[in-house]
């Protein structure tokens, strides 16, 4: 009988359109690129084991496990608090292998974890009026002082539940914001992000 | 700059400009030749009521209509009098008007916030068939009879004719303008923004608050209503620091915008405080242009957080209530300076002026300064030092009160004024310049129910107890000399920016000449003829008089009584006025009369601003599974269900009839075999140590016993005993369960989780996560069920029903290598399975399926396949779990545990839940086979009088059963289990009337189940 392919498809796939959308004139003020290519892990400390499993991320990625509402940048992953004693692993590369599977011995009996890859979206933004596109859908502060490279937050947009950090700067200098959302509102948190856009002119994309 | 008009004198525009103004400027009759903060070289073109008419950039279009001499502007709400233009900010009662057209048409705009703009057409409201000549006008001769209480004096009797007759005359006479009826074609925004210091208003004490607070290093926004930085200073002009105030004004706004944590927003206004120090303000951000620029919003509706503010909006001159002072042509004093002072048109050629108080005076000057004549000053008060201004140029300076004023629709001729001890006099004149005091603009300060307070020696109410974090200075304050406005805002700011941890240098405040304000309170001038305090609404002082003898005598009383205060101006310029006249009635002070409560919007705010993009399908997120595009593709129907969208059946070719499609789609489920996405179905991850123990408490039946690799139907109820949702649960490890909930409930139920892990068992080792998006999920139903899982699971999985037994779940991998989690459960009552595999490859599961499922006839089946296999099964589901069944209700009672406790236990034990007479579910079946059954119907005993005592229960789902060939249904019924063969009518007074059924077991269908084990 025969073999099946199993051809990957982003919650995305439909309404990404790559390329300029909304005012035309000038350079884009933003640029939003849906980023396919991660797997992504939610490690949740078991009752009473946060400081051993903030040594277990140490050992394995040697850096810090974010002890509140901030993103970690290591050379392989970026930890980000999704919690109280909590925090996703974000990696790059996903497979049609399950990624908890190489942390599970780790963290045996210390946390427990979840494979949320399919389970979340996500979308990076970015561009000279990205804070102004951001203030049109999320409520939080993101002035420097009070959200620097490196803050992150458990959020809400449009009423559903996200994650979003601010990573090192873009290439333009720019602030650079990630989001993670979940799957199925991706389509419409996708439409509000580009409508709120679009009057800055937008440079749409993904990365795979 | 207002100090830029001294030199200007009243004549016809100079035409020579350009050639286009030359025919532009003709119209502008009552345009002073120079000065103003008009750009003389934009002429623009707008029409009102259908004429042609020119005004400049810069221009309002009440400036611009009080440029080309237009006195009468629209006609009030109850006795249709003409009405001229009176202020010239965000109060306007009476210059409201229909502005653009189609389906852009806004009613009741105000013309004195509308900017001019090229093209725009505004018509007058409230009048037919013209506004010089309103039918409707006849009200004005019966007002005797229009008076307080109108309504609930004339509408009372007889009550059968208020529905068919009243009402509907009612609703035709109520409001202004009329809507477009159409969708608004543009679209508005929501955004959020966050300071230190809010300041709101740029008039002298805002600027003075934003220049200290940003110069000190705090993040500050400046929200100013206007288009143009500087309140009154753009009407008024002045001394700052010696030299022009227009000179302060540029250099302050210079160098706000130079600081970078400083925001200026123009064009909008701050309308509401709420909690936390969040404010609601609303930016007009293309209401100055005919259509907003493509991907540009007409309006941003912004929630400003700031951990200071700072409110300086000002103060609202108050009218004098004097018989005729709702003439066209009798206008506020200040809107007349800012007529002249800062758009450079003149509202009368012989003004006459009537004030109580010295501000009122520096109107005189104005109007000078511009080339006008004012033709008399009327002041009730002993002569003041202020006198000398207009004494020494030779005006009629009368201490007495206006009674009377003469004229009609085009305005104000003459105005009669009686003169203390020296009898009356007529006076010629075309405007009526009036001042009665300043009312503080406190409504941002009362918003969390702080009462203002009144002062006698300014006759008006200042700011009381303030929201936290909030002061108010300046005018608003009561502080009406330029120098404290400056002097206040800049302490103000300085403080503010120093609470937010800002110590930077603040700068030194600016300075100004005190000039005192000095006011004697004037509230009621009586005499023959109609005396307004509302203008919108037609309240008289008589009114307010009538309901104080009726015994309205509490403001609120008052107020709703007459409705004074409810018009759109929201009492700006009448409350005050009607409370004092309410209190020398009753001869109480003002302080206790007190005012009415203050409530937001400050200024009107259209409900699309308030909607922002959540409208027409974006109304609300919607949340698509991951075969979506898939289904779309088949041209699947989809439901709504919640925020899913869920393939409700799947139409092919020829059919023409849901219940074609759904009846072939049951039949090919039952007959061979299908799939349904049930991806939306609630999963929650619960791991750790004590999982097992956590289950067993959030249900009524046991999961700690439960062996891993296998699934078992659980049943949690809420604190009181109901029934809260339904699911499977299965043991993936030791310590690791993966839950289902409803699709319904899966959010409330994750909630609900949370609360018991955090809450109530903080001792309990249990993780918690959803995992709903994470995995595509079908079910597989049908005898063919196997056949379909071998052609697409890898061989060396064993499917028999002893290598995967009913209620058995694990890990298998799919041909080609795809992971994929498989449940042997089954809601059909076929043998079934789920499969579930990672979200992003639920699209390239479905199209497989279909592949492999080919050579039998695979169907794929909607929600409404699934409910009639449901109902068929009597399985119960969101209607009979509908917030108000017991477990025992649903027919589940023998799931609740005896060797444990559990959320629900007690309270479920109460009497009422578990008396014998409660409705329970049965199943129904009509007597006549081709009779359909409706939901919502309910149930009496056959033949019964239809009625509360005979009602025994109601029907809660139905469908067609392609396999009884007739339709069936659920229902709630008392007793309902001892009646199994009873007959029963089924009463459905709203549709197809009533049929008798017959009460039969829910299960309709394989009754013992043999087919899904199978």
Request: net charge neutral; with cysteine.
């Amino acid at each position: 009988m025969a073999e099946f392919a199993w051809k990957s498809r982003s919650p995305l796939a439909h309404a990404v359109e790559p390329g300029r959308a909304g005012a035309r004139a000038g350079a884009a003020g933003v640029t939003l690129t849906e980023i396919r290519d991660f797997a992504l892990v939610q490690v949740m400390a078991r009752r009473g084991t946060w400081a051993e499993t903030a040594r277990v991320a140490q050992q394995l990625w040697g850096i810090d496990a974010p002890g509140g509402p901030k993103a970690v940048f290591g050379q392989d992953v970026t930890l980000v608090g999704s919690g109280p004693d909590q925090f996703f692993v974000l990696s790059k590369g996903s497979s049609v292998q399950d990624p908890v599977e190489p942390l599970k011995q780790a963290f045996a009996g210390i946390a427990s974890m979840t494979d949320q890859s399919d389970g979340r979206c996500m979308i990076s933004l970015s561009g000279p009026r990205v804070r102004d596109t951001l203030a049109k859908f999320c409520s939080l502060d993101l002035h420097d002082s009070v959200f620097p490279v490196g803050a992150a937050a458990a959020t809400s947009v449009d009423h559903s539940a996200v994650t979003l950090w601010r990573a090192p700067n873009a290439d333009g200098g720019s602030p650079l914001y990630n989001l993670l959302v979940f799957t199925s509102f991706a389509d419409s948190i996708w439409h509000l992000i580009t409508e709120s856009a679009a009057e800055y002119g937008a440079e749409l994309g993904y990365a795979a | 700059m207002a100090d830029a008009v001294h030199s200007g004198r009243l004549e016809r525009v100079d035409a020579s400009a350009s050639g286009a103004s030359a025919s532009a400027a003709a119209s502008q009759t009552h345009r002073i030749s120079s000065g103003g903060l008009i750009d003389r070289t934009k002429p623009l073109s707008f029409t009102f009521d259908g004429k042609a008419m020119t005004g400049f950039a810069g221009d309002t279009l009440a400036s611009a209509l009080v440029a080309n001499g237009v006195k009468l502007v629209g006609r009030s709400f109850k006795y249709h009098r003409p009405r001229g233009i009176l202020t010239a900010g965000a109060e306007e009662p009476n210059a409201l008007v229909e502005l653009r057209g189609g389906a852009r048409r806004e009613p009741n705009t105000r013309a004195t916030m509308a900017e001019l703009y090229d093209g725009l057409e505004a018509v007058s409201q409230n009048r037919w068939p013209s506004l010089r000549h309103d039918f409707m006008a006849v009200n004005s001769l019966a007002s005797p009879i229009f008076v307080a209480g109108f309504y609930y004096k004339t509408f009372m009797w007889p009550a059968k004719l208020w529905e068919k007759l009243y009402e509907p005359a009612i609703r035709r006479a109520a409001g202004l303008g009329k809507a477009s009826g159409a969708p608004d074609p543009d679209h508005y925004e929501r955004a959020w923004t966050h300071c230190d210091v809010l300041v709101v208003g740029s008039g002298p004490a805002g600027l003075s608050a934003a220049l200290a607070a940003g110069r000190a290093g705090a993040r500050v926004i400046l929200c100013e209503e206007d288009s143009a930085l500087g309140g009154r200073l753009l009407a008024d002009g002045g001394e700052i620091d010696g030299a022009p105030a227009s000179d302060w004004l540029a250099r302050a706004v210079a160098e706000l915008e130079s600081l970078p944590d400083v925001r200026i927003m123009r064009r909008t206004v701050t309308f509401g405080v709420y909690d936390g120090g969040t404010f609601g303000a609303l930016e007009r951000v293309n209401d100055n242009v005919p259509v907003p620029p493509e991907h540009q919003p007409r309006q941003r509706l912004w929630r400003i957080i700031a951990k200071r503010a700072i409110v300086a909006a000002g103060a609202h001159e108050r009218p004098l209530v004097f018989p005729g002072n709702d003439r066209p042509g009798v206008m506020m004093a200040s809107a007349v300076r800012t007529y002249v002072n800062r758009f450079a048109a003149l509202p009368g050629r012989r003004v006459a002026v009537f004030t109580n108080n010295d501000d009122g005076w520096r109107t005189v000057e104005a109007i000078r300064r511009a080339g006008g004549e004012v033709v008399a000053v009327i002041d009730p008060r002993e002569p003041t030092a202020i006198r000398g201004r207009a004494g020494g140029a030779g005006a009629n300076v009368l201490r007495g009160v206006v009674t009377g004023v003469k004229g009609g629709v085009d305005g104000v001729s003459g105005v009669q004024v009686s003169v203390a001890g020296d009898g009356t006099r007529e006076i010629a004149a075309d405007c009526l310049a009036m001042s009665g005091g300043w009312n503080p603009s406190v409504g941002l300060s009362s918003y969390h129910r702080g009462r203002p307070v009144w002062r006698d020696d300014i006759a008006a109410f200042v700011p009381g107890q303030c929201p936290p974090g909030m002061v108010l200075v300046g005018s608003a304050n009561g502080d009406f000399s330029l120098g404290i406005c400056l002097e206040a805002g800049h302490e103000a700011g300085t403080r503010a920016a120093a609470d937010c941890g800002a110590s930077a240098s603040a700068g030194r405040a600016a300075t100004a000449t005190d000039e005192k304000f000095s006011i004697h309170p004037l509230w009621h001038v009586k005499g023959k003829g109609k005396s307004f305090v509302d203008f919108q609404h037609d309240v008289s002082a008589s009114d307010v008089l009538l309901a104080q003898r009726e015994g309205f005598e509490s403001v609120e009383h008052l107020k709703r009584y007459t409705t004074l205060g409810m018009a759109t101006d929201q009492g700006k310029l009448s409350n005050v006025n009607g409370l004092a006249i309410m209190a020398e009635a009753t001869g109480r002070s003002i302080s206790d009369t007190g005012t009415t409560i203050y409530r937001p919007p400050a200024s009107p705010v259209a409900i699309g601003a308030f909607a922002g993009p959540n409208r027409d399908e974006h109304f609300h997120a919607a949340r698509l599974t991951p075969s979506h595009h898939w289904a779309a593709e088949r041209g699947a129907v989809f439901v709504d269900t919640g925020l899913w969208k869920r393939a409700q059946w799947y139409p092919i070719a020829g059919e023409t009839d849901w219940l074609q499609s759904v009846t072939r789609e049951v039949l090919a489920v039952r007959n061979g075999v299908g799939f349904c996405d049930v991806s939306t179905l609630g999963k929650i991850d619960v791991q750790g140590k004590d999982a097992g123990t956590f289950l067993d408490r959030v249900y009524i039946n046991t999961f700690s016993n439960l062996g891993i690799g296998k699934a078992r139907y659980g049943l949690m109820l809420r604190e009181d005993g109901i029934v809260m949702d339904d699911g499977t649960t299965s043991r993936l490890a030791e310590d690791h369960y993966l839950l289902t909930t409803t699709t319904a409930k899966a959010g409330p139920v994750m909630q609900h989780l949370e609360f018991c892990r955090q809450v109530l068992w903080p001792e309990l080792d249990v993780q918690l996560t959803s995992v709903t998006d994470q995995w595509s999920q079908f079910s597989i139903a049908g005898p063919k069920t196997r056949d379909l899982l071998k052609a697409i699971v890898d061989p060396s999985e064993d499917l028999s029903n002893e290598g995967f037994p009913f209620m058995g779940v694990r890990d298998v991998t799919l041909r080609g290598g795809m992971r994929a989690r498989l449940y042997r459960i089954s809601f059909s009552g076929e043998i079934a399975f789920e499969i579930g595999v990672p979200a992003r490859y639920g699209d390239a599961l479905a199209r497989n399926l279909m592949v492999a499922g080919e050579p039998f006839g695979v169907t794929p089946y909607g929600t409404e396949a699934l409910g009639v296999m449901r109902i068929e099964k009597g399985h119960v589901a969101g209607p009979e779990l509908n917030g108000t069944t017991t477990a025992a209700d649903l027919g589940l009672g023998k799931m609740m545990s005896k060797k444990k406790d559990y959320i629900g236990r007690v309270m479920a034990g109460r009497e009422a839940l578990t008396a014998l007479n409660r409705q329970v579910v049965v199943g129904l079946k009509p007597v006549d086979t081709a009779a359909r059954l409706r939901g919502g119907a309910h149930i009496i005993p056959k033949g019964a009088v239809p009625g509360p005592t005979t009602d025994q229960g109601y029907v809660t789902s139905v469908c067609y059963s392609p396999m009884l060939k007739q339709w069936i249904g659920l229902a709630l019924v008392e007793r309902g289990r001892e009646r199994h063969g009873e007959i029963v009518t089924i009463h459905d007074p709203l549709r197809a009337g009533d049929i008798l059924a017959e009460i039969t077991s829910p299960v309709f269908y394989d009754p013992e189940g043999v087919r899904q084990r199978g």
